[in-house]
């Protein structure tokens, strides 16, 4: 198939490395052009340029936005001008609901979706092949999606080797409140608050004492600010619900530790030990 | 030297296998004969005995504490009528304020300890060698410590090629609140919290979206419950203090999200992308 890729960071390079390497042709568009030459260097696309309309009559049959969140209505508003209404459009934005009704409404043949995978780094130089291998792809289809536009898209995600869900845009952000962007908001708590320690030799040996345990919590707070922004705007209710809820665990667990009542506290650190692994693979 | 160990997990197995390396004597004590046999097997000890009698007339120089941190303050009760009093002891539980004024008070040549390395595996099969390498090894003197005991106990921590640091034992206990104690319990609540949430079909989907995000942040609280309420119950005060600091910052979060500052919550992103690196080495 021929497929158009918008954004060619991260996702967008390894999509593009993937489909390339299963024979699909890929068409790139990035601002940047030295992103373009490293993307066409790499074989993440069959060529890209830094022109939305170097699209137009290339006969493509679906085009992935791979922007930042912020920029993906207002690039779909600029397609409408330069693909053929029949072309498949998807995203990849971790957020669903506050994309896929006003993108259903501007395009008939979109369909959200959202590939969970991603490393450390940032870029076309990130990009690698089977990223998506054996990770969830989830897509948010809704009683508007075309079947057929479905049916296309389907076995693209199956030719990244990626775990294909389907689910609608409310759960897929209620979901991704809890797993992915809650974690991100008690993770950057954790680095402001033991920051802020009023002791200037208890801050200077906790820098010092800081070990695994204090790392690994802390790694998902110390990340991109623009996309933790990114998940608390697009994603707000859903995330406050499972803020408050979060909070009033934590209260719980203080309560225990003020009360002294360490046989609850117990009960509570075996269920965690035990229930953990349901989340880990 | 000559060296006692009563304890042979993972610390006490370790801090063995490197003495004996470095030709000390070591005399391990634990209460499994199996364990005894296996210490001995990988050289982590001289010999080994499931009764503490057995470093009676050793002429031991130094006994190492590496039992729970509750089994502590008794097992150094029993040891009276056992070492000479000019014995050195000390111990490597992490938590310092609970046990080293009744531990000084009981025997004269006492220094606190509390190696700070670990793995995520326990007991003596998992004891290596070099794992307190370029690693935090706090000792707590106080005004009433032996010069003497401390200058012969200091070497051995070099021995370790551990890195090691004087506190006083309440700025220590401080300190690991913050930066190991309180991991715990914010890691313990986002596991509960996630596993309580009330619709059973997201709670499903969690399980299957969660990813390394999730994993991160939740693996502290995923640990040892003994380990976890010892940490509350000896350490309390100082981890409620850091436990309160963290519940007020994480307010201030959820207010910024709830007003829309992402002017705010951007800012503080940045500053914790920032931070995070002074703590990580």
Redesign the interface.
Known sequence: MKIGIIGLGLIGGSLGLDWMEQGHQVWGVSRQEQTCQIAEERGAVYQANPDLESLAGAGLDLVVLCTPISAILATMERLVGILPSETILTDVASVKAAIVPKAEAMWPYFIGGHP???TAEQGIQAAQSHLFRD??Y?LTPTHQTQAEALNELKPLVMDLEASC?E?DPE?HD???A???H????????????????S?P??LQ??????????????????????L??AM??YN?QA??T??????????Q??E???Q?N?LA??Q??????E??????K
Request: glycine share 8%; net charge negative.
């Open positions: 969970m995978a991603g990770r969830p989830v869900l689910m759960s209620a979901v991704v809890w797993i992915s809650l974690p991100v908001m008690i993770s950057a708590s954790l680095i402001a608050a033991c920051w802020g320690q002791d030799n208890h040996m906790s820098k010092r004492l800081a070990s695994t345990g204090f790392q690994d919590t802390s790694r998902v707070g110390g990340g991109n600010p623009e933790g922004v608390a705007q707000q995330l406050l499972a803020l408050g809820d979060y909070q009033d665990q934590l209260d667990i203080r225990m530790i003020e002294e360490w506290l117990r509570l650190l075996e269920k965690t030990q229930h953990r692994p349901y989340f880990i």
